[in-house]
């Protein structure tokens, strides 16, 4: 069973940082492209970050371009994101999860399986 | 960057009705579109994706189709498990945008 499972969150002040992690199971995790996305509360989901299966190929959204850093560990099945000059508006739960191959290029692709989330409260 | 719409915000529905749920995109996706489900508390569930294509295990009361750059999802007869809030997403392109959701509630 492919598995997805984030940990990392939790209360962090303004201008600070956190660190998620996203362990993969149940697949050859260095095949597939890696995504994070976040969704605060009462919002709709909002894409991050996206990561090929070699992390070379990384995409950022404009909202956490230079903010934020996508890489992954393919050895220990895990890919991380890097949260830097946190905001108050940066609070929501942070979902990981595993693409169909790429995340994009085809119809064929896009996200497969989502983590079950983990919370990332900015707060002073 | 593509806006994706969806209509109605919300609906209220009876177990056993047919319910539609539609989706717009403001450009070309060109297929790259999925569905997902979302109860409380919990993560999006993947239930369709390249417009049409069902998710491995995902009843086959739930299907999609598209026309043009409307995309349209269909529960051809609701259960109670069913309740819940849907979103579109396209990932033609980055960034990849999710629509504002669509809630099914019990009537």
Known sequence: EVQ????????????????????????????????????????????????????????????????????????????????????????????????????????????????QGTTVTVSS | DIQMTQSPSSLSASVGDAVTITCRASQGVSNCLAWFQQKPGKAPKSLIYAASILQSGVPSRFSGSVSGTDFTLTISSLQPEDFATYYCQQYYSYPFTFGPGTIVDIK
């Open chain 1, 4 to 115: 997805m499972v984030e940990s990392g969150g939790g209360l962090a002040q303004p201008g600070g940082s956190q660190r998620l992690s996203c362990v993969g199971s149940g697949f050859r995790f260095n095949d597939y492209s890696l995504t994070w996305v976040r969704q605060a509360p009462g919002r709709r989901p909002e894409w991050l970050s996206s990561i090929s299966g070699g992390g070379t190929v990384i995409f950022y959204a404009d909202s956490v371009r230079g903010r934020f850093t996508i890489s992954r560990e393919n050895s220990k099945n895990t890919m991380y994101l890097q949260l830097n000059s946190l905001r108050v508006e940066d609070t929501a739960v942070y979902y990981c999860a595993k693409c169909r191959g790429g995340c994009s290029g085809g119809p064929q692709l896009g996200v497969e399986v989502w983590g």
